[in-house]
């Protein structure tokens, strides 16, 4: 399996600019999840999915990100207009209902805000 | 809510010496707990899953236990080497209807010398 899978890897943009994240999950999870990071507040939980619905989106920032996931293996997470303080490092994870709930993490998009 | 905190914050040690990261978590209502490793620049790798009903689990030179009455989980890793260095998460899922989300401790930077 290719695992969980983001694009692009790095995204460096202008304050105000729309941006847009790529995520597909691995092939029968049933979970899709968006976190951020950064160095001051660490790992945050922006959204997540259980088949396509969006469960808790309490960790979205403001009404400039939005997330969809149209079907099982596509989501976006998008930020509109974005600023500065949106720099950081978006990851997307996957998990299967199954008997574990094991999360598996994909590689991470880098975004910078000038 | 569930809050997880990881002790110490960094750690540098030499090479060949055994060491314990430690996970503390505030609810003890946990469907599991993982232990993630990540690299600079990269994503979050699973070493370790332990369900609410195990003691402990081994992968390698890895071992992690879980105390879910006291709130605590250990990660012991045997004979470090310079290629364990990296920053290692915990996270923990609870029960309940938010089975899909992760909380996630700060991680400790472990840093091994040769």
């Known amino acids: 399996d290719a695992g969980v899978i983001q694009s692009p890897r790095h995204e460096v943009t202008e304050m105000g600019q729309e941006v847009t994240l790529r995520c597909k999950p691995i092939?029968?999870?049933?979970?899709l999840f968006w976190y951020r990071q950064t160095m001051m507040r660490g790992l945050e939980l922006l959204i997540y999915?259980?088949?396509?619905?969006?469960?808790?989106d309490s960790g979205m920032p403001e009404d400039r990100f939005s997330a969809k996931m149209p079907n099982a293996s596509f989501s976006t997470l998008k930020i509109q207009p974005s600023e500065p303080r949106d720099s950081a490092v978006y990851f997307c994870a996957s998990q299967h209902r199954g008997t574990t709930y094991e999360q598996y993490f994909g590689p991470g998009t880098r975004l910078t805000v000038t | 809510k569930q809050e997880v905190t990881q002790i110490p914050a960094a750690l540098s040690v030499p090479e060949g010496e055994n060491l314990v990261l430690n996970c503390s978590f505030t609810?003890?209502?946990?469907?599991?707990l993982q232990w993630f490793r990540q690299d600079p620049g990269k994503g979050l790798t699973s070493l370790l899953l332990i369900q609410s009903s195990q003691r402990e689990q081994t992968s390698g030179r890895l071992n992690a236990s879980l105390d879910k009455s006291s709130g605590r989980s250990t990660l012991y890793i045997a004979a470090s080497q310079p290629g364990d260095s990296a920053t290692y998460l915990c996270?923990?899922?609870?029960?309940?209807?938010?089975?899909?989300?992760?909380?996630f401790g700060r991680g400790t930077q472990l840093t091994v010398w040769p």
């Open positions: 092939s029968g999870h049933d979970y």
């Open positions: 609810d003890s209502a946990i469907y599991n």
């Open positions: 996270a923990v899922k609870n029960r309940g209807s938010t089975l899909g989300r992760l909380y």
């Open positions: 999915f259980n088949n396509n619905v969006p469960i808790d």
